[in-house]
């Protein structure tokens, strides 16, 4: 029998409809065949792991960026998220971007995240993680690899360094 | 008045093993506006206060350094000390205290076999044989010692269902192996391993046996001389006890023949610079001052398990399985990790499409704590092609009404991913 549960808001935060349906249906979901930069990320304290894979043409605009891995709901939502955001941006500008990003979802503080680097709506649905301590690493792993990916890291990047 | 009074009084039966719940102040509790429904006791389980209260009376009144002084509370910690030992070696059936070593707990009792024991028997045509079952701490032991000895480490299979290929265990045992060390209960799955046929198969080629009791000391009533174990490694806290303090059993004739694991006081009768008579058995073993309120507690653990009984706790673990089992399969999309006809306290499953952190935040938020991912056996989420599962594990205080809570919960899981 089916027993029903009250809603509940930081829940509802967290699992965003937006963010279901990157974890089902990922973006940019795959190795593709020409990456020409690639790291790979694990969280030691749960087994989740994330390749990305990333190119940049000769105006240092990162135009191919893909992730393959496994890992629970947030984290795949969050690499989708993070491929949608930064394809087609400067290298520069998407490093800025990634550091203030994982900096801002590292803190439990109720701060938004700097839409001015890039203006991208989508990923305040990551802030929700801000009310789960445990789930703040599943968010930043994959843009933590991105930043591996563009060293061409081939050392495995983890969350708990 | 605590429950364990009322026991004294009175036969146990199962309704008093659901009595037992109120000893345990951590279970009764709100996590995030629910009553707590706690299924990680595999992880840690609950202390009683009975436990917690025998910890802080011998902090407050007789904590002192232990076989050293000549005042009072030194012979009181001393007799605290020995007296929890006295306990463990009567709860598991040695044949007296000698054999019975404190250590940090069962990785350290494991660490303790693999580096006194084993690693000066071992060489490049010797062999340790373990099974694909095993938590991390039964694993990487035997690796270190097998990469500094040039020694393989051999793996014995398990089946579908998460339960040792035992006639494939033992064909792999010859006189190259130097020992076999096996769980008897599966962390992750909770498989009981057939440990009567395996040592039998072990001693007939004269290898002796270590068992992994980490997961079956608080669960079923162990018996190390009926086993006819030559190691049994356990921990404090996986039986209603304290971190920090757990047990080895070994067989005296063999523990009196290896040397220390580690230097230190305590563990000496004599020491000059042109050479050192170490203690006899036990504290051959025990460098240092140890985790005297660990064993204090530990022994408080014992008399509390011994008063609800131990075959009182493996019928009421059972029957609240068992009512575990049947409710999981009625759920769609809930696969059952772990049907090993014998099993005990513990259920592992996944939900399809659904990771298992994402079930672990979502009960929680709903005041229900189980473990998710490898629960430390990555061969075994490789062997099961998983990256993880979910896992509710039982102790003497769950109840139908927490299996239940958690069932419910699980539809929650399944409407937020719909």
Same mark, same amino acid.
């Given at each position: 029998?089916?027993? %029903? ?30 990456? /020409? ?80 680097? +890039? ?28 930043? /591996? ?13 | ?43 840690? /389980? ?126 792999? +045992?010859? /006189? %190259? ?5 096996? %769980? ?14 395996? +040592? ?32 049994? $490694?356990? %921990? ?131 005041? +229900? $704590? ?49």
């Amino acid at each position: 029998m089916k027993k %029903s549960i009250p809603e509940n808001k930081s829940l509802k935060e967290l699992y965003r409809k937006l963010i279901i349906n990157h974890a089902k249906h990922p973006l940019n979901f795959g190795k593709p065949e020409n990456e /020409s930069l690639f790291a790979e990320g694990i969280n030691p304290l749960c087994g989740d792991k994330i390749r990305v894979y990333l190119n940049i043409d000769e105006n240092n605009i990162i135009d191919k960026l893909h992730f393959e891995g496994t890992g629970c709901a947030i984290s795949i939502a969050s690499a989708s998220l993070m491929t949608s955001t930064l394809t087609n941006i400067n290298k520069k500008k998407a490093t800025q971007y990634v550091f203030s990003l994982i900096n801002n979802l590292s803190q439990t503080n109720p701060s938004k995240i700097d839409q001015s680097i +890039i203006n991208s709506q989508e990923i305040e649905a990551l802030e929700g993680v801000k009310n789960f301590p445990s789930r703040i690493k599943c968010a930043t792993l994959s843009w933590q690899t991105f930043l /591996s990916a563009l060293q061409n890291n081939n050392k495995i990047t983890t969350t708990e360094r | 008045m605590n429950s364990l009074l009322k026991i004294n009084n009175k036969k146990s039966n199962l309704d008093q093993i659901d009595y037992l719940r109120k000893d345990f102040p951590t279970i009764n509790q709100e996590i995030n506006n629910h009553p707590l429904v706690y299924l990680d006791s595999a992880a840690s /389980s609950q202390m009683p206060n009975q436990v917690i209260e025998e910890i802080s009376r011998y902090q407050s009144q007789d904590h002192a350094n232990v076989h050293r002084g000549i005042h009072t509370l030194s012979h009181r910690a001393t007799d605290v000390y020995e007296t929890a030992r006295q306990k463990i070696c009567e709860f598991i059936n040695a044949k007296n205290t000698n054999e019975i070593i404190f250590t940090s707990g069962t990785t350290d009792s494991i660490n303790l076999v693999a580096n006194s024991f084993c690693k000066p028997k071992l060489d490049s045509s010797k062999k340790i044989l373990i099974s694909h079952l095993e938590h991390h701490s039964n694993i990487v032991p035997w690796q270190i010692i097998c990469e500094q000895t040039g020694a393989t480490l051999i793996v014995a299979p398990i089946d579908n269902n998460g339960q040792i290929k035992t006639e494939k265990l033992i064909k792999m +045992i010859d /006189s %190259s192996v130097v020992l076999v060390a096996i %769980s008897h209960v599966s962390n992750a799955l909770g498989s009981v391993t057939s440990l009567n046929e395996i +040592i039998d198969a072990a001693h007939s080629y004269a290898v002796p046996v270590l068992v992994d009791g980490a997961q079956a000391i608080s669960h079923l009533k162990v018996d190390v001389q009926a086993l006819n174990a030559d190691f049994y $490694a356990f %921990s404090g806290h996986k039986m209603l006890g304290p971190t920090g303090i757990g047990a080895l059993y070994g067989k005296e004739h063999i523990l009196d023949k290896m040397p220390p694991y580690q230097g230190g006081g305590d563990m000496i009768l004599e020491v000059k610079f042109s050479g050192t008579v170490y203690n006899d058995l036990p504290y051959k073993f025990e460098a240092g001052t140890p985790n005297i309120s660990g064993a204090a507690g530990l022994g408080a653990a014992v008399d509390y398990l011994n008063h609800a009984g131990m075959h009182n706790i493996e019928e009421h673990e059972n029957t609240l399985l068992n009512k575990m089992m049947r409710d999981l399969q009625e759920i769609d999309g809930v696969k059952l990790i772990g049907t090993a006809e014998d099993k005990v306290a513990v259920q592992s499953f996944t939900i399809k499409d659904i990771h298992s952190h994402d079930i672990g935040t979502i009960l929680d938020h709903q005041g +229900i $704590a189980i473990r998710t991912g490898h629960h430390c056996a990555m061969p075994v989420m490789e062997f099961f092609d998983l990256p993880g599962t979910a896992r509710a594990s039982l102790s003497v205080y769950n109840n139908e009404e927490d299996i239940g809570r958690f069932t419910s919960g699980l539809h929650k899981v399944i409407e937020i991913f719909a």
